[in-house]
T-cell receptor, first 115, second 110 residues
Framework: EAGVAQSPRYKIIEKRQSVAFWCNPI?????LYWYQQILGQGPKLLIQ????????DSQLPKDRFSAERLKGVDSTLKIQPAKLEDSAVYLC?????????????FGNGTRLTVT | DQQVKQNSPSLSVQEGRISILNCDYT??????FLWYKKYPAEGPTFLIS???IKDKNEDGRFTVFLNKSAKHLSLHIVPSQPGDSAVYFC?????????WGAGTKLIIKP
């Protein structure tokens, strides 16, 4: 089974610029997550989709971050405009369903540096 | 407000010995706990989990213990192998949302 694909692997931008990340989950996985991981911390959930609907976006800074999952498959996460504190690894994960018996499968992440 | 804490940023263990990674939590409503393992430049991978109705779950060399009264769980790896060198994250499930600890870097010395 192919894993979760993310691109790009690395991105360097200046503050106030915009950036977009792409994620292709494992085929058949209904639930898709975007996490932000700052160095030395655990992943922090930004947004969770169930198929193409948003289940939880309570920790998404909606003034600058947006995400969509069209057709319930691929997803994009956008930051506009970026701030220095957005420097982090952005992880996409998917699971077959929500629930205890559906562990998350993570992609390798996108490392964002904002200068 | 850190609901899930991993107080040891790093741990060094001799190959072949037991590795014990610890995790404390504050919310008694957590009902499922998971451990993930992360290699550099890769995403975390699921390792083992435990429901709050159990106090132990074992999978090969990996055993997770849960002490609900102390709000503490631990991951035991026996025997430790070089490939176990990684960052280990403890996570707690609250209403299908995972709350993560900051991770412990495990180094297995040959």
């Amino acid at each position: 089974e192919a894993g979760v694909a993310q691109s790009p692997r690395y991105k360097i931008i200046e503050k106030r610029q915009s950036v977009a990340f792409w994620c292709n989950p494992i085929s058949g996985h209904a639930t898709l997550y975007w996490y932000q991981q700052i160095l030395g911390q655990g992943p922090k959930l930004l947004i969770q989709f169930q198929n193409n609907g948003v289940v939880d976006d309570s920790q998404l800074p909606k003034d600058r971050f947006s995400a969509e999952r069209l057709k319930g498959v691929d997803s994009t996460l956008k930051i506009q405009p970026a701030k220095l504190e957005d420097s982090a690894v952005y992880l996409c994960a998917s699971s077959f369903d929500r629930g205890y018996n559906s562990p998350l499968h993570f992609g390798n992440g996108t490392r964002l540096t904002v200068t | 407000d850190q609901q899930v804490k991993q107080n040891s940023p790093s741990l060094s263990v001799q190959e072949g010995r037991i590795s014990i990674l610890n995790c404390d939590y504050t919310n008694s409503m957590f009902d499922y706990f998971l451990w993930y393992k992360k290699y550099p430049a890769e995403g975390p991978t699921f390792l083992i989990s435990i429901s709050s109705i159990k106090d132990k779950n074992e999978d090969g060399r990996f055993t997770v213990f849960l002490n609900k009264s102390a709000k503490h769980l631990s991951l035991h790896i026996v025997p430790s192998q070089p490939g176990d060198s990684a960052v280990y994250f403890c996570a707690a499930d609250s209403n299908y949302q995972l709350i993560w600890g900051a991770g412990t870097k495990l180094i297995i010395k040959p």
